[in-house]
């Protein structure tokens, strides 16, 4: 006779998908990915929007500082979409737990936990549209996100000490007797945790390589490939979106205003002493992309207008709105010797959407304070 195959559960409420040992071992993944996007976040905030006692102490260095922060908090971003799909599916049906509240503690959990959910929902979709440059909302994305990131955390802090005892005793390889749960995993609890793990395998295989160049040839799903575009490097904004358009050389001007204030052509600038840096522009929506720039030292035409050696920078772009129109920087940036006026990209004259005829390339920043198509520097 054959032997009869074993009947198969249907996954109920009850299963051993649904329990605090799955939730924890998804659990602790999410947590990891949500610290280091939660630090490396503020650290794209602050360093964006600096306040004004840390603009002379952040550093400059090292000069790929920003590129591998940013990197991680737009991949583990990415990394913890597959997983808190994964979390939810394994605690919904605590979504209908009867009665809805036993207690004022079970009241004050629900609510924490629904706080949770939303934030984190809420952060990892505007942040994945973000990368896209989609914003349907009638909000500004980066004080909401950074916002709800803080609300996120706390909820997060709170979930972790309300559930501390069964975080404890679900996260060692080992059930202990005393909760009477089997004391290996079945297969089923691994197939699970092997098919998140290939989730989020793929989504990070996918998409990681818009910032960490070597992985550059998988990148096929992310919304920008680091060698697409003219001079080998991406664009955000091109010049005819930010009004700018083809500048006319004969008649550009870049000003410098300081104790000794000058003007500079086009020609004379280009007649100051060049140098080169290798410097990466890393955009805040996750691409990243190293290039050899070559220009005037910030820190040269500084000392021309009578610059003293802690002086900050205010740069005005050619732009006539926009929001990165107008950017300034520290000591620590504005002296650095990588700290260039670059006029050419990867030994060209730079295309108009690079910056023509001059841009900012500074190391350790944001791209968007990478300001493009300079024409005036303000000694403060
Ligand atoms: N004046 C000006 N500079 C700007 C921008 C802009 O919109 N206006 N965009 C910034 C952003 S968001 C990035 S990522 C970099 C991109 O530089 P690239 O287009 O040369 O790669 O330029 C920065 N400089
Ligand atoms: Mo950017």
Redesign the pocket.
């Known amino acids: 006779m054959k032997p009869r195959l074993p009947a198969v559960r249907p996954p109920a409420f009850r299963g051993r998908l649904h329990d605090a040992r799955t939730a924890t071992s998804i659990g602790r993944w999410l947590g990891v990915a949500i610290t280091v996007c939660f630090g490396t976040g503020l650290i794209s905030h602050y360093l964006q929007h600096q306040p004004g006692w840390l603009v002379d102490v952040l550093p400059s260095r090292p000069v790929w500082g920003y590129r591998l922060t940013q990197g991680l908090h737009v991949a583990t971003g990415i990394a913890a979409i597959p997983l808190l799909l994964a979390k939810l599916w394994a605690v919904y049906p605590k979504l209908f737990a009867w009665p809805p509240l036993r207690s004022v503690r079970h009241a004050l959990e629900r609510i924490s936990v629904a706080v949770l959910v939303a934030g984190a929902v809420f952060e990892l979709l505007t942040g994945l549209l973000n990368t896209v440059q989609w914003y349907p909302w009638p909000f500004s994305f980066v004080p909401v996100h950074f916002a709800v990131a803080w609300l996120l955390t706390g909820a997060l802090l709170l979930h972790l000490a309300v559930k501390y005892p069964e975080i404890r005793a679900h996260w060692g390889r080992r059930s202990p007797g005393t909760l009477a749960l089997p004391a290996t995993d079945g297969p089923d609890r691994r197939s699970l945790l092997t098919g998140v793990t290939a989730a989020v395998g793929a989504v990070t295989l996918t998409t990681v390589g818009q910032a960490f160049t070597p992985l550059k040839a998988f990148d096929v799903l992310a919304p920008r490939h680091p060698d697409h ?1 003219p001079q080998g ?6 010049a005819a ?2 009004g ?1 358009g083809q500048v006319d050389s004969a008649a550009y001007r870049l000003t410098v205003a300081g104790p000794r204030p000058y003007t500079l052509t086009l020609d004379e600038l280009a007649a100051l002493s060049q140098h080169e840096s290798v410097l990466p ?5 996750g ?1 990243s ?1 190293s290039a050899h720039w070559t220009g005037v030292r910030m820190s040269d035409l500084l000392r021309r207008a009578g610059a003293p050696p802690d002086a900050r920078v205010r740069v005005t ?3 006539k709105y ?4 107008v ?1 300034e920087m520290g000591r620590e940036y504005a002296h650095d010797p990588l700290t260039l006026l670059a006029l050419r ?1 990867n030994g060209q004259i730079l295309t108009p ?3 023509y005829p001059a ?2 390339i500074a190391p350790n920043r ?9 024409t005036r520097l303000e000694v403060l």
Not at 281 to 285: D, G, L, M, P, T
Not at 366 to 374: D, E, F, I, M, N
């Open positions: 575009g490097l991406p664009i955000n904004r091109t979106t930010a700018v522009i890393a955009c805040v929506e691409w992309k772009s050619l732009e926009g929001s990165y129109r950017m990209l959407d690079h910056g841009r900012v944001p791209g968007v304070l990478q300001t493009k198509w300079v």
